[in-house]
Nanobody, 121 residues
């Protein structure tokens, strides 16, 4: 089974930075896409940033210039560097992966448990 574990969330003041990490564990054959989504209370889960195996990166307009997504293929890990945080960034941040796993190379689309990011003014 594949598991995604996020870490790095916390409570910070506006203008601060956080770095989120998401590590995929299990038998990972290959990763198509890994990325970050977030969900605030009363809101739909929304895309923050994604990175593909071909290094295509997509950011939400609201985070462009402030957030940077990166990956470490050897560690099956994706990162989200968040700078100049705003109260509007407050949400639970979820890691997402589209990957192939196991001896059968089964394609899996999975989510992590989420990590809370709270930005105070």
């Amino acid at each position: 089974q594949v598991q995604l574990v996020e870490s790095g969330g916390g409570l910070v003041q506006a203008g601060s930075s956080l770095r989120l990490s998401c590590a995929a564990s299990g038998i990972i054959r290959s990763i198509n896409v890994m990325g970050w989504y977030r969900q605030a209370p009363g809101k739909e889960r929304e895309l923050v940033a994604v990175i593909s195996s071909g290094d295509t990166i997509n950011y939400a307009d609201s985070v462009k210039g402030r957030f940077t997504i990166s990956r470490d293929n050897a560690k099956n890990t994706v990162y989200l560097q968040m700078n100049s945080l705003k109260p509007e960034d407050t949400a639970v941040y979820y890691c997402n992966a589209d990957l192939y796993t196991g001896v059968t190379f089964r394609r899996v689309y999975c989510w992590g448990q989420g990590t809370q990011v709270t930005v105070s003014s």
